[in-house]
């Protein structure tokens, strides 16, 4: 069924209400299409969550191998350096 069919569908059962019952089916249509809303921009949120912590796991990971080569470093300079760096980065804490 296409949705131009359904809305006329939709259309013809609200002509069919009876004049007293519109209020309550007006409410009922905009409740219905709020908690449409709602889920929606929960769902998204949850996508959201979702993507932040796989960059967090992903900084995580690249942090550590940051770790393992600044280890392998021979020169504490680099190391001071490294470091620096580490330091000046948003959200990462030492």
């Known amino acids: 069924m296409t ?17 007293e019952y519109i209020p309550e089916l007006l409410n009922f249509v905009r ?7 709602t889920k929606q921009t ?5 996508d959201n969550a979702i993507n932040q912590i796989n960059k967090i796991d992903q900084n995580q990971e690249n942090i550590t191998q940051l770790f393992e080569s600044w280890a392998e470093l021979d020169d504490e300079n680099e190391q001071k350096e490294t470091l620096k760096i580490i330091e000046s980065l948003e959200n990462v804490s030492i």
């Open 3 to 19: 949705a131009t069919k359904q809305r006329l569908d939709l259309l013809t059962e609200i002509q069919a209400t009876p004049e």
């Open 31 to 37: 409740l219905f299409r709020q908690s449409m809303l």
């Open 42 to 46: 929960s769902i998204n949120t949850w």
